[in-house]
């Protein structure tokens, strides 16, 4: 028996939160008297998960995983989990992810808990504490089935090293036809930008910015923080920004160390999907606006006085601390 | 084509969210019950299919009788007709194989539900049902075309989008942008009267596995109060922001 988890790359390299699943599967793991497995699909360098607390590593490479397939990726973790004789899995929260968990909780007829945010209250049984009503509200849920598998929320844990020597496998799953029956014509992904999901900060406007042009200072100051830059509903709705850059309750969760919101009001709305972000500073010329009441900073007044300054004031501190 | 539209029964955006008997059960009081969101999307892109592609849309849920207002909706915006089936939505697992039950007896090709219900974020029912009905499954969608057996489909995914091709029978997880936000139908009085006449069957569940259970509820920390910093001294703002909080 072990814990699995799928620990998640791009062109290679791993993604932050792949060593933050692999620290909490290492917590589980303990809890549980047993040790970490992770699969890892074409990973350059796998032994890195060492750090985290893996000790084997099932490394998979085939040219038709190159590209991301949520199928064939269940088909192989499924595999995983049965070779392994795994009985909790963990996975991370990224689209990827949130794509392949119900396939594979329906393949190995485990229950899945996702959106978890603490290691386990207790692991017999197997209790989550998990974010529901968008961050309105935390539920505890039980997962009573033979296999578990936990999705954990981007930053919600954190990455913690403990070292262990990692023994990297080469993995081969049998896979199908059946598997590719979803194919990827093209994928279209802003090259060079910190994605939302991956973003330690997030830059966020909103209506009160008036246009798509006045979008430059947002961008500047996000390059400034290495930020993702994101916005309220009705900005995406207005065609000024990509729909996927939409945040809230029916857009993109945020879950960043840092979000600043720049003329959005903080509409429940917006606010469920954001506030699972640690620390939130928000700049609106309005003091009676509601977001100031979920905020940690704020800043009443003008943005497009405000955050010019703030990008000067950050350029400063950037060359102070360099 | 014969479209299914899985629709849950969800606490309107604005709702305070509550608990009740000792922190185990969301408090329904005073909340008032809609269409999830994102189905409602998914619901706007399958009267696109009726219209413009002939197709026969039915819709689902699986609730109790208290449910039956918002299917009702779902039929004024326009379904053809809409099924319950009669039980408490016990976790995704458990409403994903009531639904492949009524899947398999409607003989439906294309199975529109949403990315996930905004109540319990569970993300799972449509996939789970797709792997169940060995259907192809396309979640996160923001886009849908079908011609004849072939799907067009484009998914959401970090940092951008992704276009995928694939065949019906087909499942999709969607959300906005499958239509616009400007796009949505609001039910008008004829439609309200037609779906007074249009038939709503209930069934009951099959038996089936919950492999998870809530326990207990609880609400995040009260949060202290903003710590303001004058528009005229943005430097002190970095400084917070340094010192700490310590995320920059
Ligand atoms: C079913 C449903 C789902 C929804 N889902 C979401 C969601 O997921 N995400 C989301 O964001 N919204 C969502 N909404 C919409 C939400 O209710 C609000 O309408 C929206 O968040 C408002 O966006 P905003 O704050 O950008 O705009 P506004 O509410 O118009 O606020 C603009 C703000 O900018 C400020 N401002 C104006 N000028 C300046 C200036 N020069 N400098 C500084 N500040 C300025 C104003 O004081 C104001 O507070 C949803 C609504 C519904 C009904
Ligand atoms: N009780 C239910 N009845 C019908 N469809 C549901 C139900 N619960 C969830 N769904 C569908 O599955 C989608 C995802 O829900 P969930 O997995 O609960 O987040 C929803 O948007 C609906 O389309």
Redesign the pocket.
């Known amino acids: 028996m072990s814990v699995l988890v799928y620990t998640e790359s791009l062109k290679g390299k791993f993604k932050k939160n792949a060593f933050e699943v692999a620290s909490y599967a290492h917590k589980v793991a303990q809890d549980l008297g047993t040790t970490v497995t992770a699969v890892a699909f074409n990973a350059e360098d796998a032994a890195a998960l060492g750090t985290y607390g893996v000790s084997k590593v099932l490394n998979v490479s085939y040219d038709a995983l190159s590209t991301f397939s949520a199928k064939a990726y269940a088909d192989v973790l499924a595999q995983a989990v049965k070779a392994e004789d795994a009985k909790v899995v963990i996975l991370s929260s990224t689209a990827d992810t949130k794509y392949l968990a119900p396939i594979l909780a329906a393949k190995l007829g485990a229950g899945y808990a996702p959106n978890v945010v603490a290691a386990p209250d207790s692991t017999s049984p197997f209790v989550v504490k998990r974010t529901a009503f968008s961050n309105k509200g935390f539920v505890h849920t039980e997962i009573s089935s033979d296999i578990k598998i936990v999705g954990v929320s981007n930053n919600a844990y954190g990455v913690v090293e403990n070292a262990v020597s990692a023994s990297v496998e080469d993995f081969n799953p049998s896979l199908t036809d059946g598997d590719f029956a979803v194919k990827s014509v093209e994928v279209d992904r802003v090259a060079g930008k910190v994605t939302i999901a991956d973003a330690d900060i997030v830059v966020s406007?909103?209506?009160?910015?008036?246009g798509p042009e006045h979008w430059g200072m947002v961008e500047e100051l996000a390059d400034v923080l290495g930020a993702a830059t994101a916005?309220?509903?009705?900005?995406s709705d207005l065609g000024w920004r990509p729909h996927s850059e939409?945040?809230?309750?029916?857009?993109k969760p945020v879950a960043s160390n840092l979000y600043i919101?720049?003329?959005?009001?903080?509409?429940?709305?917006?606010l469920?999907?954001?506030s699972a972000s640690k620390v939130k500073v928000v700049?609106?010329?309005?003091p009676?606006?509601?977001?100031f009441k979920a905020a940690d900073y704020g800043i009443v007044?003008?943005?497009?006085?405000?955050v010019p300054e703030l990008i000067e004031k950050l350029k400063e501190f950037k060359a102070q601390n360099a | 084509m014969k479209i299914l539209v899985c629709i849950s029964n969800v606490p309107?955006?604005?709702s305070k969210i509550n608990f009740t008997e000792g922190d185990t059960k969301f408090d329904t009081n005073g909340v008032q019950f809609?269409i999830n969101?994102n189905d409602?999307f998914g619901l706007t892109r399958a009267m696109w299919f009726k219209e413009k592609q002939g197709a026969t849309v039915h819709v689902a849920t699986v609730g109790g009788a208290q449910t039956e207002p918002t299917i009702r909706k779902a039929l004024a915006i326009g379904a053809d007709e809409a099924i319950r089936v009669n039980a408490e939505p016990k976790d995704g697992f458990y409403v994903a194989q009531q639904l492949a039950e009524v899947v398999k007896n409607g003989g439906y090709e294309l199975v529109i539900a949403g990315r996930e219900s905004?109540d319990y974020n569970g993300g799972m029912v449509p996939g789970i049902l797709a792997t169940l009905l060995d259907m192809n499954f396309v979640n996160m969608c923001i886009g849908l075309e079908i011609d004849g057996t072939t799907a067009t489909a484009i998914r959401e995914i970090d940092g951008g989008k992704e276009k995928l091709s694939t065949s019906l029978p087909l499942v999709i997880g969607g959300q906005k942008g499958l239509v616009e936000e400007s796009d949505l139908k609001i039910p008008n009085m004829r439609g309200i009267m037609m779906a007074r006449k249009k038939a709503l069957n209930v069934v009951e569940p099959i038996d089936a596995s919950q492999p998870t259970q809530d326990q207990k509820f609880d609400k995040p920390a009260a949060k202290g109060p903003v710590k303001l910093v004058d528009a005229g001294n943005v430097g002190e703002l970095v400084e917070l922001l340094h010192n700490e909080a310590k995320v920059i």
């Open positions: 406007g909103g209506r009160g910015l008036k916005c309220s509903k009705p900005v939409h945040v809230g309750q029916t857009g919101a720049i003329g959005i009001s903080g509409a429940i709305q917006h469920a999907g954001v700049i609106n010329n309005d009676e606006a509601p977001f007044g003008d943005a497009f006085e405000v | 309107d955006t604005t809609v969101p409602e905004i």
